[in-house]
């Protein structure tokens, strides 16, 4: 995963919290919107405990450049534990990823509690099926 190059993963929960409490959002975002690619630092709640989710964003375009994707893929989440930290990849199947897309995904990593760490795919095909 690239997030390493572009985030400080070894921010804790009140580290990032703390940093947070100065900003207009709840998340810090590096890199320009919109883009095919965003790296972006939350706090959430994962497996019963506090977690600061440390998240690169990307198109399914974007992504297919540096991993091995279908003809027709779904979208991704891929979930890892580093040392210590949480790191995830998440490609969607937009266009462009703007703040709206942040927020969204935002509120879906919050909420989905059936959330583990792995690949998975998701959603509909991004050539063949309609929403």
Known sequence: ???HKVLNISLSVDELENELSTQPQSYLVFGELP?????????????????VWNTCISTLKEYAKSHEVADDPKQVIDIRLEEGSYLVEIALN???INRATIER???MVRKYKRLRTGRHEYGVRSKTEQV
Do not use: P
């Not at 883009?35 to 977690?51: H, L, R, W």
């Open 105 to 107: 995904t935002i509120i």
């Open 35 to 51: 883009a095919a690619k965003v790296y972006v630092q939350f706090t959430g709640n994962f497996e019963g405990k506090s977690v």
């Open 1 to 3: 995963m690239c997030i």
């Open 94 to 96: 937009l266009e462009h």
